[in-house]
């Protein structure tokens, strides 16, 4: 199973970015997914979470400027970036805790899955 991650780029400060991860393979169900991020010279943070029922944890740092949504249907997340600041610059890491994938017949279980990430660069 992999997260594939895709909308990051260069953006103004006060513009949007959309970012999606969709989980590949034969998922059966994902329990919590999730975004954090990095900076340049700092910890991975959490940004926000959503649980299969829609249950929302997010940082206060996005509250009000970032909403996460997810699609069960098609195993993908999404980060929807509003107003935009440069202290936003980081790389985003779409995360999973937990799934159950099928794969040559057997179902198994996956804790802490990780996409690669993608770069959000927010200019001034």
């Known amino acids: 199973v992999q997260l594939v991650e895709s909308g990051g780029g260069l953006v103004q400060a006060g513009g949007s970015l959309r970012l999606s991860c969709a989980a590949s393979?034969?998922?059966?169900?994902?329990?919590?997914m999730g975004w954090y991020r990095q900076a340049p010279g700092k910890q991975r943070e959490l940004v926000a979470t959503i649980t299969r029922d829609g249950r929302i944890n997010s940082a206060d740092s996005v509250k009000g400027r970032f909403t996460i949504s997810r699609d069960n249907a098609k195993n993908t997340v999404y980060l929807q970036m509003n107003s935009l600041k440069v202290e936003d610059t980081a790389v985003y890491y779409c995360y999973v805790d937990r799934l159950l994938a099928e794969e040559a017949g057997t179902r198994a279980y996956e804790n802490d899955v990780w996409g690669q990430g993608t770069q959000v660069t927010v200019s001034s």
């Open positions: 393979g034969i998922i059966i169900s994902i329990a919590h």
